[in-house]
């Protein structure tokens, strides 16, 4: 079973470059999540999706867009990498509200912009 | 003011002490309570969770929630290696909640 699968695991960028972070879950959950996390920030939600078809903005979503491609895939897209945008980002997925109180996260993308 | 504080260490115990873990809220609307653990360059895994005050034992993890001072605390009796990792908070409203509001994470360390 491999919960939330997140592509690709490393990468490295050029501030103005585009890039897409791919994440997918097989649990058959209803709601999927893009955070950023940062030392001494913590995790701070990017965007959200509740449901197949909604998507809605988190704490800190400048910069970034997100498409729910269906129940199982979520994507994260930075248009134009910024040295800010430096992070750790990890998908996570549940299965909606009121149903499960917890989170399954993804192994995370080490991302660096340059 | 962040909705949650946690210490963020780091914090370092010899094996088999008693580690006590501890966040403060602000938000009185928080109804459920979770610990996340995250070992170095891997994701938040769900180690425990509570709804509203009390506790919650697991094995050597207890889990507490104190509503009326805005505080929940995890403790690790007989403390091993292989619980270093980073332990993050976490917490959310009752209801259309899908967020979940994290504290920054302690570091833990268990020195053999």
């Known amino acids: 079973n491999a919960g939330v699968t997140q592509t690709p695991k490393f990468q490295v960028l050029k501030t103005g470059q585009s890039m897409t972070l791919q994440c997918a879950q097989d649990m058959n959950h209803n709601s999927m999540y893009w955070y950023r996390q940062d030392p001494g920030m913590g995790l701070r939600l990017i965007y959200y999706?509740?449901?197949?078809?909604?998507?809605d903005k988190g704490e800190v979503p400048n910069g970034y867009n997100v498409s729910r491609l269906n129940k199982r895939e979520f994507s994260l897209r930075l248009e134009s990498a910024a040295p800010s945008q430096t992070s750790v980002y990890f998908c996570a997925s549940s299965e909606g509200p009121g149903k499960q109180y917890g989170y399954t996260f993804g192994s995370g993308t080490r991302l660096t912009v340059v | 003011q962040k909705e949650v504080e946690q210490d963020p260490g780091p914090l370092s115990v010899p094996e088999g002490a008693i580690v006590s873990l501890n966040c403060t809220y602000s938000?009185?609307?928080?109804?459920?309570f979770m610990w996340y653990r995250q070992y170095s360059r891997k994701g938040p895994e769900l180690l425990m969770y509570?709804?509203?005050?009390g506790n919650k034992e697991d094995g050597r993890f207890t889990a507490q929630v104190d509503k009326s001072s805005k505080y929940i605390s995890l403790f690790i009796r007989d403390s091993q290696p292989s619980d270093s990792a980073t332990y993050l908070c976490?917490?959310?409203?009752?209801?259309?909640?899908?967020?979940?509001?994290f504290g920054t994470g302690t570091r833990l360390t268990i020195i053999p």
């Open positions: 509570t709804y509203s005050s």
């Open positions: 938000n009185s609307a928080f109804q459920y």
């Open positions: 976490a917490m959310r409203g009752q209801t259309g909640a899908n967020n979940l509001f």
């Open positions: 999706s509740a449901s197949e078809g909604t998507t």
